[in-house]
């Protein structure tokens, strides 16, 4: 039963434009929502976080929104640059310091220089 | 500072075998946790602990066992090792912020 849900496994952006990367969550006791990319050969690193009380956490070039009725979130990175090309794991946790994250399988992006 | 590191990077084992994968938190974290990831998956959570107690575990068999340490360090052993615990083993830790580190993993083959 897949909780976590991220249904395009790859994505291609040309440089420059933006890159909009989704997740949809079925659990609605979920509260905490993240963002890792993952490089090979390395460990997922954090990105961007929202607690369900916002719909919207910028930093940066990354901004996540929350829609919670219809339990989905996005990922936009604007602009994006080849070094954004990465594996992009959403998770989610069912509080802010609840460790048991629960990941999707990712969505492979590709910047097009 | 040092980050989350994992011990070994990569372990080849036979079916049947017993494995030992080794993490040392970031300074000051207290709470480590450990996720598989199996090829073309996201990371999948096996066991949190705290200040040396067992704070959450996933749906996986008891062949998954951990334990963390005064130190904080911790262990993952999986025993009678099957074709499919062939997979990255990652660790994180976290120093209560809400924020998790992972190391970048032990990638272990099972023949």
């Known amino acids: ?113 | 500072d040092a980050g989350v590191t994992q011990s070994p990077t990569h372990l080849i084992k036979t079916r049947g075998q017993q494995v030992t994968l080794r993490c040392s938190p970031i300074s000051g974290h207290k709470s480590v946790s450990w996720y598989q990831q199996v090829l073309g998956q996201g990371p999948q959570f096996i066991f949190q602990y705290y200040e040396k107690e067992e704070r959450g575990r996933g749906n996986f068999p008891d062949r998954f066992s951990a334990r963390q340490f005064p130190n904080y360090s911790s262990e993952l052993n999986v025993n009678a090792l099957l074709l499919g615990d062939s997979a990255l083993y990652l660790c994180a830790s976290s120093g209560g912020a809400g924020g998790y580190t992972f190391g970048s993993g032990t990638r272990l083959t099972v023949v």
């Not at chain 1, 090979?40 to 607690?51: K, N, Q, R, V, Y």
């Not at chain 1, 640059?81 to 794991?89: E, K, T």
Request: aromatic share 12%.
């Open chain 1, 1 to 113: 039963d897949q909780q976590v849900k991220q249904n395009s496994p790859s994505l291609s952006v040309q440089e420059g434009r933006i890159s909009i990367l989704n997740c949809d969550y079925t659990n609605s006791m979920f509260d905490y929502f993240l963002w890792y990319k993952k490089y090979p050969a390395e460990g997922p690193t954090f990105l961007i976080s929202i607690s369900s009380i916002k719909d919207k956490n910028e930093d940066g070039r990354f901004t996540v929104f929350l829609n919670k009725s219809a339990k989905h979130l996005s990922l936009h990175i604007v602009p994006s640059q080849p070094g954004d090309s990465a594996v992009y794991f959403c998770a989610a946790s069912l509080s802010f310091g609840n460790e048991k994250l629960t990941f999707g399988t990712g969505t492979r992006l590709t910047i097009i220089p």
